[in-house]
């Protein structure tokens, strides 16, 4: 069993950054992909990002290509997320995810594992 615990929302202006955290326990995560997806009010959860278990291959929605990067630390058990120019638009709770078979990085059905999510407000 994994648990996994989101931390570093809260509330940032448009065009700042906010680096998101999600630390694992109760199992090593070095040999699974790794996701970030989000949730907006009103709206279904929708992926964000993605990472494989050795971190050398990411993968990116196209929304927030270019203003995001996912990233993982295998010996601290932890993935992060550093998000920059932020907009209103990526105002949602933000819920990391973990997964070790399947054949699609950005299927939500695929990830075995959750985190409670982390409130990422973006508003002047």
């Known amino acids: 069993q994994v648990q996994l615990v989101e931390s570093g929302g809260g509330l940032v202006q448009p065009g700042g950054s906010l680096r998101l955290s999600c630390a694992a326990s109760?199992?090593?995560?070095?040999?699974?992909?790794l996701g970030w997806f989000r949730q907006a009010p009103g709206k279904e959860r929708e992926f964000v990002a993605a990472i494989s278990w050795s971190g050398g291959v990411t993968y990116y929605a196209d929304s927030v290509k270019g203003r995001f990067t996912i990233s993982r630390d295998n010996a601290k058990n932890t993935v992060y997320l550093q998000m920059n120019s932020l907009t209103p638009e990526d105002t949602a709770v933000y819920y990391c995810?973990?997964?070790?078979?399947?054949?699609?990085?950005?299927?939500?059905?695929?990830?075995?594992?959750w985190g409670q999510g982390t409130q990422v407000t973006v508003s002047s």
């Open positions: 109760g199992r090593t995560l070095s040999r699974y992909i």
């Open positions: 995810a973990a997964r070790m078979f399947g054949s699609s990085w950005s299927r939500i059905s695929e990830y075995d594992y």
